[in-house]
C-alpha cells in the first residue's frame, strides 16, 4: 500500500528555514545564492509561494540534504537540519529565539 503525500508549502518553509539557520545563513546569503530576491526568500519560507523544481535541487545542494527532507521534513539528511539539531550543533548566535519559535510552530503547523 502506498503512502499519499502531500506537498505543504508552510511545511517545506520551515524546513528551509530550519537548514538555512544551520548552515547559519541570512535569508538575503541564500536569496543571493538562488539569484532570487529576499523577499521572494522570506515569502518561500513563510508558505506564500511554492517551491520550483529547480530552486529544490539547489537548496539540496546547498544544504547538502535529500529531497524528502526539505519536502516532508523526513529524514535522508546529510547532516541533522532538526530544530533539535540545531540547538545541538550550535550555530545559532545570529539567529533571535523568535526565528526558532517560529520556526518550530511551522513545523507543528500552529502559524
Given amino acids: 500500500m502506498s503512502v499519499k503525500r502531500v506537498i505543504d508549502n508552510k511545511k517545506i518553509g520551515a524546513n528551509i528555514r530550519l537548514a538555512r ?3 547559519m545563513m541570512s ?15 522570506s515569502n518561500l519560507e ?3 509561494c511554492g517551491i520550483t523544481v529547480t530552486m529544490l535541487n539547489e537548496l ?3 544544504f ?3 529531497t524528502d527532507a526539505l519536502l516532508y521534513g523526513t529524514p535522508g ?3 541533522d537540519t532538526s530544530l533539535a539539531g540545531v540547538v545541538k ?6 539567529y533571535t529565539l523568535g526565528d526558532l519559535i517560529k520556526a518550530a510552530k511551522l513545523l507543528d503547523g500552529c502559524e
Fill in 21 to 23: 539557520v544551520k548552515k
Fill in 27 to 41: 535569508q538575503s546569503e541564500l536569496a543571493k545564492l538562488l539569484g532570487v530576491t529576499q523577499t521572494h526568500m
Fill in 46 to 48: 513563510r508558505g506564500r
Fill in 60 to 62: 539540496t545542494n546547498i
Fill in 64 to 66: 547538502e540534504v535529500e
Fill in 77 to 79: 539528511t546529510h547532516s
Fill in 89 to 94: 550543533n550550535g550555530g545559532i548566535e545570529n
